[in-house]
């Protein structure tokens, strides 16, 4: 027996392969919309094919000619009826189970359904297409299985009822998928950005990128997040790859130049502002010009060769709109480095020496540093350390040009120099002058070493008498290199032989002040001093017309020519020719004898008794005695009788009154004894 054909409708394979899927997809994914369990699904006219005939007879359409009504009852207890006034069904929850229900609850439901449908169902006896079918057997509730409210139970008795499915499942939720996930972890990363959590956010995008990988908007939103936390060059990396998947993306855009900007790269920063349509604003771009404006400017400064701290100032200027946290740009650091080459002080070497150490920590291999530390070495005069580090540049990079001027510049200029120090020892010293010379035109930017080329070209003019060449190289050399003390004693010296020994005094003076633990200083103070009063004095060379190197033969044949010259006889209208033929006399007689000459060469008679005690005369003992005075007193003779020496450093045996043995020594060159002393009693060590 078959209750309103239920066997036939779904045993029977439909023709339309679209009811076949639909059926499989509603098998395997059911609807979002829970169902009541006691709705059968119906099938409906649309689907019947329209040339196939109904398989049942005429009788039954007749018999059932109140199907229509009870097809509108049963519509308002489909599951898919939307009958708003059907009140009793929308009282329960439409996922409860009937078997769920309280038990009086159930049992009013089943009165209700059964009085509902009080006539019974026609029966099919027969098949209707003819075949055989196997028998059904007989209901035990046909009322409640006429309408289909109660689902057939599977034992015989009602008191034994089935087995419900699992209490609050609903299998006809969607399953998440990928895009679910990666928006739900997207909106988490939203949460936690806007309350500036941003490692939080980060994970949660990161999270979203990995589902996916080529989603401009997750990637984007992890460089906004990185931005925010400062790690700048993870986000560049982000967004570039965010721009590359969306480049007409005005927002993505926009925050790429920012991170250009904030790593110090204007450059790239205008040049991706210029992609934006439409275009951004003035305060957006704002940083951006301001940077590229100091870095050209520092640029075109440091080409030209000049005001080196105005470069410096337009990179400080530059670094304050880096990001925070951003370390200062590779090339910006090499452009101070070649700043402070140029400013070429020794300040200046050690901070481009400190810039070019902390680019080859992070690189060893980076030949740009290897030059800048090349040249800071090369600055510091420390050519053979210089010439490694090019050679190391070069190495890294054989086509990076830079290191190869310099090397060859480095090279070239040591072996010049070489070959005016050699020229210079040989007695050469025109040659040495010319070497020195070239080595100059090689590297006019190097100070420190085109002062030392200078300083030696000025000893070289002093050894030909070109005292005055000899200072203008000094002086250059000191304006190249303010801390060198040795041109300074160059300019000294070259300045007192040429006859200003007042301005010698205060050169070797300014020297002291300099470096006031060298001695020697000193002794060229006093050798100085001692020359101006020299000056002052009559000059007897002058007045017998003869070269201060003249020998006894020169001097004997200039006072024969002199006295006929100078006699008061021959020049009877001169009121002074009496004073000049004297001068001539005191001349002559002074140069004529060794003694005399030697003596008033070396100005024993000018020397002050308390110079040469240190100021304290003769009873402040024997502590600022200069022994040089002494041997020049004695007319370079040195003492006689070796031996003995003074009895204490603290004085003279006898204090001030004398000297033991009475040997006497003239200090004014008036002939007059001012005391004396044993010379077998003097020594020095």
């Avoid at 993306?249 to 925050?255: E, P, Q, S, T």
């Avoid at 000049?306 to 090339?331: C, F, H, N, W, Y």
Wanted: charged share 30%.
């Amino acid at each position: 027996m078959k209750f309103f054909d239920r066997k036939k409708t779904t045993s029977k394979k439909p023709d339309d392969p679209n009811v076949d899927d639909r059926s499989a997809r509603d098998d395997q994914q059911p609807s979002s919309d829970p169902s009541p369990p006691f709705q059968i699904p119906t099938r409906s006219a649309t689907q019947r094919s329209p040339t196939k005939k109904s398989s049942r007879p005429t009788s039954y359409a007749e018999a059932n000619g109140t199907s229509r009504s009870a097809s509108t009852r049963h519509s308002r207890l489909s599951r898919h009826s939307t009958d708003a006034g059907y009140s009793r069904r929308a009282k329960y929850d439409p996922d409860t189970h009937p078997l769920n229900l309280p038990p009086e609850e159930r049992n009013k439901r089943l009165s209700d359904l059964s009085a509902m449908n009080g006539a019974p169902m026609d029966i099919d006896r027969e098949p209707v297409n003819g075949a055989n079918r196997p028998s059904t057997p007989p209901n035990p509730n046909p009322n409640a299985q006429t309408n289909f409210s109660v689902p057939i139970p599977n034992g015989s008795s009602h008191d034994e009822a089935p087995i419900p499915p699992p209490h609050k499942s609903n299998p006809s939720s969607p399953t998440p998928t990928s895009l679910d996930d990666a928006e739900s972890y997207k909106a988490a990363g939203n949460r936690f950005f806007k309350d500036k959590n941003y490692p939080k956010a980060i994970e949660q995008y990161s999270k979203a990128v990995d589902l996916f990988p080529f989603s401009a908007t997750y990637l984007g939103n992890r460089a906004a997040a990185y931005m925010s936390s400062g790690q700048y060059e993870q986000a560049l990396d982000d967004c570039f790859r965010a721009a590359d998947l969306d480049p007409q993306n005005a927002k993505i855009l926009l925050r790429l130049a920012r991170i250009y900007t904030a790593l110090g790269r204007p450059e790239e920063a205008m040049t991706t502002f210029g992609r934006i349509s439409p275009a951004p604003s003035a305060k957006d771009m704002a940083a951006a010009k301001e940077m590229l404006q100091h870095t050209e400017s520092a640029r075109a400064t440091l080409e030209r060769g000049t005001a080196m701290s105005m470069v410096l100032q337009a990179l400080d200027q530059a670094e304050r709109l880096l990001g925070p946290g951003v370390s200062r740009p590779r090339k910006w650091l090499l452009m101070r480095g070649a700043a402070y080459l140029n400013i070429g002080s020794e300040n200046s070497l050690g901070e481009a020496q400190n810039i070019a150490m902390g680019l080859l920590r992070n690189n060893s291999q980076d030949p740009e540093a290897l030059v800048l530390r090349g040249r800071v070495l090369y600055g510091q005069g420390e050519n053979d350390k210089a010439i490694q580090a090019f050679r190391m540049a070069c190495s890294c990079d054989p086509d990076f040009r830079d290191a190869v001027k310099w090397l060859r510049i480095v090279q070239k200029l040591d072996r010049m120099k070489e070959e005016g120090n050699t020229a210079y020892k040989a007695g050469r010293h025109q040659e040495a002058i010319e070497r020195y010379t070239a080595a100059l035109e090689v590297d006019p930017t190097n100070k420190s070493m085109n002062a030392k080329l200078l300083q030696n070209r000025a000893q070289c003019r002093i050894k030909l008498k070109e005292y005055d060449e000899a200072i203008a190289d000094a002086e250059r050399a000191i304006k190249l290199d303010s801390s060198y003390i040795k041109a300074r004693k160059t300019k000294a010296n070259a300045t007192g032989l040429s006859g200003k020994w007042e301005e010698a005094v205060q050169e070797w003076k300014a020297i002291h002040e300099l470096d006031p633990e060298d001695r020697s200083v000193l002794k060229e103070i006093r050798k100085a001093e001692l020359e101006v009063k020299k000056a002052q004095r009559k000059d007897y060379y002058k007045i017998m017309g003869v070269d201060k190197n003249a020998d006894a033969g020169e001097i004997k044949r200039a006072y024969r020519k002199m006295a006929v010259k100078l006699h008061p006889d021959k020049n009877p209208g001169d009121p002074h020719a009496e004073d000049k033929f004297k001068d001539m006399q005191e001349a002559y007689e002074t140069l004529s004898d060794p003694e005399k000459r030697a003596r008033y060469d070396n100005g024993d008679d000018l020397i002050d008794p308390n110079d040469m005690f240190g100021g304290g005369g003769m009873g402040g003992g024997m502590g600022g005695i200069d022994p040089e005075i002494l041997f020049s007193m004695m007319g370079n003779q040195g003492f006689g009788g070796g031996g003995g020496g003074f009895r204490s450093a603290g004085g003279f045996p006898g204090g001030a009154g004398g000297f033991p043995g009475g040997a006497n020594f003239n200090f004014g060159g008036d002939g007059r004894s001012r005391g004396g002393f044993n010379a077998g009693n003097f020594h020095f060590s």
